[in-house]
């Protein structure tokens, strides 16, 4: 049973960036293809970024260019690099695990996180 746990949310304000990491227990992230998704109040869950094993990353139109996901096997952690950050990106931030490698865009999920709350000011 894997267990993530994200932190490094915050309130910041516009312009500003912040690092979230998922931390893994119970088994190798190198195993899984990594998502992280958000969902801001009053609006439907929405997915982010995505990495693969082999590092093939995606992203959404809104942070793309903004966002960088990254994953570090050895830490058993991935993250998610935010800059230039916006009102728009205030959201709990979570992070899931897909043991379905052949899929990189996908809501699928066989773990999730608690998650972690992000705030934008203006």
């Known amino acids: 049973q894997v267990q993530l746990v994200e932190s490094g949310g915050a309130l910041v304000q516009a312009g500003g960036s912040l690092r979230l990491s998922c931390a893994a227990s119970?088994?190798?992230?190198?195993?899984?293809?990594m998502r992280w998704f958000r969902r801001a109040p009053g609006k439907e869950r929405a997915l982010v970024a995505a990495?693969?094993?082999?590092?093939?990353?995606r992203y959404a139109e809104s942070v793309k260019g903004r966002f960088t996901i990254s994953r570090d096997n050895a830490r058993n952690t991935v993250y998610l690099q935010m800059n230039s950050l916006k009102p728009e990106d205030t959201a709990v931030y979570y992070c899931?695990?897909?043991?379905?490698?052949?899929?990189?865009?996908?809501?699928?999920?066989?773990?999730w996180g608690q998650g972690t709350q992000v705030t934008v000011s203006s």
């Open positions: 119970g088994g190798p992230l190198s195993l899984y293809t």
């Open positions: 899931a695990a897909d043991s379905n490698r052949q899929r990189l865009w996908s809501d699928d999920y066989d773990y």
């Open positions: 990495i693969d094993w082999i590092r093939s990353t």
